[in-house]
């Protein structure tokens, strides 16, 4: 089935264009305002599999490109998620790139330009893209918190696609359609997040994410007291702090 996305401007045809084009994407925006939902779905459309790393400052150049192991007495070298995305032309999603070892980043500047190649050093060859990969990338460029910023020599090699939480009436029918709550708590919740999202003095590390509306609806839907279902999905999602608990839970109440 199609994953469900909902267009709330012109990010489809930019994609569209995008992928004819053979152009890297760059999409930014706050946690949970529809980036990989967007990825998914664009995926489908093209017809293309979609490979996701989510990555961290763990995560190592050969975590990703791949390595030899030892099976059997043999020595035999596994594919890493990027390689396999470029043999078998797949769509490359790379989660949070920003939070990446930078050994990791210079490994993929040759496949975010012309020359569309990975360089596999440890088997002394390059791959050319397979037709129909797409390198894409996604970070949240310092919202709410201070994520590292991507350099302008990998910033510069994307077309970019700015997201942000959708216009109320657009989330509400969001929420709605991922939900199968009704329209009245859709419009509830969303209200609730507009007034947590205005609230900078509460100082959140993140806001009131369209994920986590979808996710207090989906409870409430299920049979679970609304108040009961914005606390355990929305307000212990984005503090652990007692008295910042207690604020949004009384909005949460007030809403509901």
């Not at 980043?105 to 360089?119: F, G, M, Q, Y």
């Not at 791959?127 to 310092?142: D, H, Q």
């Not at 929420?175 to 609230?199: D, F, I, N, Q």
Request: aromatic share 6%; proline share 4%; hydrophobic share 45%.
């Amino acid at each position: 089935m199609k994953p469900y996305y909902r267009p709330v401007g012109a990010e489809v045809e930019v994609f569209r264009h995008a992928y004819a084009q053979r152009l890297p994407l760059l999409v930014k925006g706050p946690t949970g305002c529809g980036k990989s939902r967007f990825i998914e779905a664009m995926a489908h459309e093209v017809g293309r599999p979609l490979v996701t790393v989510a990555c961290n400052e763990e995560t190592s150049a050969a975590d990703l490109l791949g390595r030899w192991l030892v099976k059997g007495g043999d020595t035999q070298w596994q594919d890493g998620p990027v390689t396999r995305a470029v043999r078998e032309g797949a769509i490359l999603y790379l989660d949070e790139v920003a939070e990446a070892r930078e050994d990791v980043v210079v490994v993929l500047h040759p496949l975010a330009d012309h020359r569309r190649e990975l360089h596999l050093d440890r088997l002394a060859t390059s791959l050319a893209a397979t037709e129909g990969f797409m390198l894409v990338a996604s970070y949240n460029p310092g919202y709410r918190r201070g994520f590292r910023e991507l350099k302008a020599s990998t910033r510069q090699r994307f077309v970019s696609l700015r997201f942000d939480y959708p216009a109320a009436d657009v989330e509400a029918e969001i929420v709605l359609a991922e939900s199968g709550a009704t329209a009245a708590v859709a419009k509830k919740l969303v209200a609730l997040a507009a007034k947590v999202r205005g609230l900078a003095e509460l100082g959140l590390g993140e806001t009131v994410s369209t994920r986590l509306l979808i996710g207090a609806a989906r409870l409430i839907a299920s049979g679970l007291p609304p108040r009961e279902a914005c606390r355990v999905a929305v307000v212990e999602s984005l503090t652990d702090d007692a008295e910042t608990a207690t604020v949004l839970q009384d909005l949460a109440d007030l809403s509901l």
